[in-house]
């Protein structure tokens, strides 16, 4: 998907390619092998399925900023060539340029799989003209009430949502929580993998739809 000087790829389960300048991957899993070396990678915690080093082996290169949450920092130092590491928790703005980076808290309402206290995170990435959030983890967070100010007439406003249900929101959950946010187009994930199926994706762009709020399925890259 092309929005502007930006394309949005979706690699499967929550993993994203967000390109402009840069090549920004999102919590690469299972990925297939890319020409597109990772300038920048964001991992929202340490979960086998967001933080796979066989995966990263796959896109990262020498001078790669990575940025992880603490508990998988262990993770991604075993490289035999030097990277950027940072150490990100929720409440964080980083400065990248022509990208700016916030972080937000990323945790379960009702489960035990993503506790508060861990300080694992989603991510809001801002361009000029273009803010996109991954949530990570998360299902409809009292924070993600702050970012309903997002939708402006000058700016698209894009969510990337879990809907595979049991550890994360289930596609009636992340219906509710985009209409919290209020996006300008909701893009499903988390599923396909290890949980959540096309069904539950097709579910959740209708109910979107049934809400007045724009939603469509990538194809998995």
Not at 102 to 107: E, G, L, R
Not at 131 to 147: N, R, V
Request: with cysteine; proline share 4%.
């Amino acid at each position: 998907m092309k929005l502007g000087d930006v394309e949005i790829h979706w690699l499967g389960h929550s993993g994203f390619l967000i390109k402009n300048s840069r090549n920004i991957y999102i919590d690469p899993y299972n990925i297939k092998e890319r020409d597109e070396k990772a300038d920048i990678v964001l991992i929202t915690h340490g979960h086998y399925d967001h933080c796979s080093l066989d995966d990263l082996k796959k896109v990262v290169k020498e001078g790669t900023k990575i940025f992880v949450t603490a508990d998988a920092q262990s993770k991604v130092t075993r490289f035999d060539f030097s990277i950027d590491i940072s150490i990100v928790e929720p409440g964080m703005e980083i400065d990248l340029g022509e990208i700016k980076i916030a972080t937000m808290p990323a945790y379960n309402i009702d489960k035990h799989f993503h506790p508060k206290e861990e300080g694992w995170v989603g991510y809001i990435l801002k361009f000029n003209d273009l803010i996109i959030y991954h949530t990570g983890d998360a299902d409809l967070i009292p924070e993600m009430q702050k970012l309903t100010g997002f939708k402006q007439p000058n700016k698209r406003f894009i969510a990337l949502l879990p809907i595979g249900g049991r550890f994360t929101m289930s596609a009636d959950e992340a219906i509710e929580a985009v209409k919290v946010i209020q996006p300008s187009l909701a893009i499903p994930m988390h599923w396909g993998s290890i949980i959540g199926t096309e069904e539950d994706a097709k579910e959740f762009v209708e109910g979107c739809k049934e809400a007045g709020i724009d939603a469509t399925i990538l194809e998995k890259e």
